[in-house]
């Protein structure tokens, strides 16, 4: 159980391009998502908070209107890099908190973004 | 504000030998804490998770982990590696004050098996 299903697993596009990346729950709601950033031999940077039905809270540093993040229901969460540059190639990992108390997060298999 | 230290960022470890992966945390409220792994290329799986109660906690993989709250230390171990063992494992923090619990990552280990 507690499956998180992360689509594209790999996207390589030139630069200027807008990138989508879903994050499906498939056997499970998750009224909050998270999104992060892995960069290479380094940990997992949470970018951004996404919370059904509301607006994302974004951490220090991360563009809103780079990284846009819609959870229009239950079980989806899309992360959409737009105009992405060169600099914004890295791993991104989402993960589903089931609902209810003291659920760990569960994570997607990651999205290897690689701008041209 | 919490964190979370892993000292060791490799550790080769000879294949049917046992491992010890460190972990400490700081944090000024209570905590749940967590152990990932990460293949390459993959998203992270849950091995196991301290919430509250026995201090021993077993999870997956025949591995299991200690919570020691005057050391604060939460050490992952194995009495026995196999070479599928071989990936990234990250300790995990969050607050239990309720919210959305946020996690805090440790920067990994990479466990090397030897056969």
């Known amino acids: 159980g507690a499956v998180v299903s992360q689509h594209p697993s790999r996207v390589i596009c030139k630069s200027g391009t807008s990138v989508k990346i879903e994050c499906r729950s498939l056997?499970?709601?998750?009224?909050?998502m998270f999104w992060y950033r892995q960069f290479p031999k380094q940990s997992l940077m949470l970018m951004a908070t996404?919370?059904?039905?509301?607006?994302?809270?974004?951490e220090q540093g991360v563009e809103k209107d780079k990284f846009l993040i819609n959870h229009a229901s239950l079980t989806l969460s899309t992360l959409t890099v737009t105009s992405a540059h060169p600099e914004d190639s890295s791993f991104y990992i989402c993960?589903?908190?089931?609902?209810?108390?003291?659920?760990?997060?569960?994570f997607g298999d990651g999205t290897r973004l690689s701008i041209l | 504000a919490q964190s979370v230290t892993q000292l060791d960022s490799q550790v080769p470890v000879f294949e049917e030998a046992p491992v010890e992966l460190r972990c400490n945390y700081s944090?000024?409220?209570?905590?749940?804490l967590f152990w990932y792994v990460q293949y390459p290329n993959q998203g992270l799986q849950l091995l196991l998770k301290?919430?509250?109660?026995?201090?021993l906690v077993k999870g997956i993989n025949g591995f299991e982990a200690e919570f020691n709250k005057s050391q604060t230390s939460f050490h992952l171990r194995k009495p026995s590696v196999h070479i599928s063992d071989t990936a990234e494992y990250f300790c995990?923090?969050?607050?239990?004050?309720?919210?959305?619990?946020?996690?805090?990552f440790g920067t990994g280990t990479k466990l090397q098996v030897i056969p």
């Open positions: 993960s589903a908190r089931p609902t209810g108390p003291n659920q760990p997060q569960h």
């Open positions: 056997d499970f709601q998750a009224t909050t």
């Open positions: 996404s919370n059904e039905g509301s607006k994302a809270t974004y």
């Open positions: 944090s000024s409220v209570s905590v749940y």
């Open positions: 301290y919430l509250s109660g026995s201090t």
């Open positions: 995990a923090v969050s607050d239990n004050s309720g919210g959305y619990q946020k996690v805090t």
